[in-house]
C-alpha cells in the first residue's frame, strides 16, 4: 500500500514511524513533512491547506491511504472532497470536524446529550459579552469560537481581563473570523488529561491515557504553547474514571452526532479536567494530539494500519488494541524565544547520538534539511520520547537523550512528567 501522511509536526513524523512498520505498508510519503520524516518517507513539498494540490498528488500517484495529521485541512473539508472522489482518507469529515472547530457547536452537543463541562454562555454581541461580566465570579475562561493555533482560550483570573480579551477577541477582530462569536465560560479547578478514541460513526475504542504539558516553563509557567511534553499513561486516570467517561462521555457524543446526522469517523480526543465531581470535558479534538502522539504510538503494540482501516469501514468494534506495559515519556525541544518570536535555521546536532540509544524515538516536528545539514524550521523542533519500565526511567531516558541533542537557543521544559513521580 502507498500511505500519504497529511502534516509537518511531530505527530506526524511518529504517524508516518508507526505506519511504517505495518506489514501492509510499501511507500509512505508525508506532506509537507520535515526532515524526520524525509528519513523514513518522501517528501512532497504541498502545504496541509492546499487541498486541490493534496487531491491532485494522491490521484495522480494513486495513493491507496491518506491520513490526516492537523485540524486546519479537516475543518476546511479534505475528508469530503477525497471521498467525493472515491479516495480513501482517514479522518472526519467538514460536519465532522465541527465539533473541534466550532466550541459553541460543541458545548450544544455537550449540552444537549447532558456530558459534564463547564457551565458556559456563547455571545454574538460584545456588548453582550461585556455587561455579563459584571455579574461574574472570576476566574472565567473567555474561548473564541473558531480555530485559533491553540491561542483562542483566555483564563481571565479578573474582569478587566475578561473585557480586554473580549474586546480584542470580537472587535478588533485578534483571530479573525474564529473570534466573531464566543464562549465565556466557568473555571474548572483540577488535573487534565487527554483520552484519544477511534471512533467508526457508532462504535469506538480508546487509546491509552496521556497528559501534556501546556504552558512554556517548568511547574506550569508562562503562555500556554502547542504542547512541551507529554506523558502516558495519565497518572490522575483510572478504571473507575474510565468507566464513567465512556458512559458519560464516549456514548453520549457518539450517540449525539449521530442524532444530527453526523456520522463522525476517525480520531476523537477529548481533552478532560479531572475534578472532584469527576472528568469534566474542556474541549474536544478530531485529530491525534500533539504532542501526545508520540507519547502514545510507542507503547501500542497492534499494528496501526488496520485499525485506521477499520474506522473508516465501521469496523473498530471486531478489533482489540495491544499495548506494551511501559511508561513513555516526551519531551519537546523548542526554539528559544517560542511561542514568541524566535529564529530559524540554527544547525542541529547529536540526532544520531540521541537515536542510538535504546528505547529512545527522536521525532522531528519543525526542522529541515539545508547545505546537508539538519536545521530547525519551527517553534516546536523536536520531541524526545523514551520507553521504561516506570515513568521515572522513561523519563531518566528521555532527558538523557535530550543532553544530546544541541542548537542555539534550545529551549525544553526540565519537569515534564514530575508529577507521576512518587517523592
Ligand atoms: P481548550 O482548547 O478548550 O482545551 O483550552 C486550552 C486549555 O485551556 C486547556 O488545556 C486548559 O488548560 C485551559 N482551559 C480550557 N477551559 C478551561 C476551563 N473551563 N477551566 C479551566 N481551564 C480551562
Not at 41 to 61: G, S, W, Y
Not at 128 to 139: K, S
Not at 247 to 273: D, H, K, S, W
Request: proline share 4%; aromatic share 6%.
Amino acid at each position: 500500500m502507498k500511505i500519504l501522511v497529511v502534516g509537518s509536526g511531530g505527530r506526524e513524523h511518529a504517524l508516518v514511524w508507526k505506519l511504517k512498520q505495518s506489514a501492509g505498508v510499501d511507500e509512505m510519503i508525508c506532506a509537507p513533512g520535515n526532515a524526520g520524516t524525509a528519513q523514513i518517507a518522501e517528501n512532497v513539498a504541498i502545504p496541509v491547506t492546499d487541498l486541490p494540490a493534496l487531491l491532485r498528488f494522491a490521484k495522480e500517484n494513486a495513493v491507496d491511504l491518506t491520513v490526516v495529521g492537523p485540524d486546519d485541512p479537516l475543518a476546511l473539508g479534505i475528508v469530503d472532497l477525497f471521498t467525493g472522489e472515491k479516495l480513501r482518507v482517514f479522518g472526519p469529515t467538514k460536519s465532522a470536524a465541527r465539533i473541534e472547530s466550532s466550541k459553541i457547536f460543541a458545548k450544544e452537543l455537550m449540552r444537549s446529550q447532558r456530558i459534564p463541562t463547564a457551565e458556559a454562555r456563547t455571545f454574538s454581541d460584545s456588548d453582550e459579552a461585556l455587561r455579563y461580566c459584571e455579574h461574574l465570579t472570576f476566574p472565567v475562561v473567555v474561548k473564541a469560537d473558531g480555530l485559533a493555533l491553540g491561542k483562542g482560550v483566555i483564563v481571565a483570573p479578573d474582569a478587566a481581563t475578561a473585557r480586554s480579551t473580549i474586546e480584542a477577541m470580537m472587535n478588533k477582530s485578534r483571530f479573525g473570523e474564529a473570534g466573531r462569536r464566543i464562549v465565556i465560560e466557568e473555571f474548572l479547578r483540577g488535573t487534565e488529561c487527554s483520552l484519544h478514541a477511534l471512533v467508526d460513526g457508532q462504535n469506538y475504542r480508546l487509546l491509552e491515557s496521556a497528559r501534556d504539558h501546556k504552558r512554556i516553563f517548568d511547574g506550569d509557567q508562562g503562555p500556554n504553547t502547542g504542547g512541551m511534553g507529554a506523558f502516558s499513561p495519565a497518572n490522575n486516570w483510572n478504571s473507575e474514571l474510565q468507566s464513567q467517561f465512556e458512559e458519560n462521555v464516549m456514548r453520549p457524543v457518539v450517540r449525539g452526532l449521530a442524532g444530527e446526522g453526523i456520522t463522525f469517523r476517525g480520531l476523537l480526543y477529548p481533552g478532560l479536567m479531572i475534578t472532584g465531581e469527576g472528568a469534566q470535558v474542556l474541549e474536544f479534538n478530531c485529530r491525534f494530539g500533539d504532542p501526545e502522539t508520540q507519547a502514545i504510538l510507542p507503547r501500542m503494540k497492534s499494528d496501526l494500519l488496520p485499525l485506521l482501516q477499520a474506522t473508516i469501514d465501521g469496523k473498530i468494534d471486531n478489533y482489540e488494541i495491544e499495548w506494551d506495559t511501559s511508561a513513555a515519556v516526551t519531551v519537546v525541544l523548542a526554539s528559544g524565544g517560542y511561542p514568541g518570536k524566535y529564529v530559524l535555521g540554527k544547525r542541529i546536532s547529536g540526532l544520531d547520538d540521541a537515536a542510538r540509544l535504546e528505547n529512545v524515538q527522536v521525532f522531528h516536528a519543525g526542522t529541515k534539511r539545508a547545505n546537508g545539514e539538519t536545521v530547525t524550521a519551527g517553534g516546536r523542533v523536536l520531541a524526545v520520547t523514551a520507553l521504561g519500565q516506570t515513568v521515572e526511567s522513561a523519563r531518566n531516558h528521555a532527558y538523557e537523550a535530550v543532553s544530546r541533542i544541541h542548537f542555539e537557543g534550545c529551549h525544553f521544559r526540565r519537569d515534564i512528567a514530575m508529577s507521576a513521580i512518587a517523592r
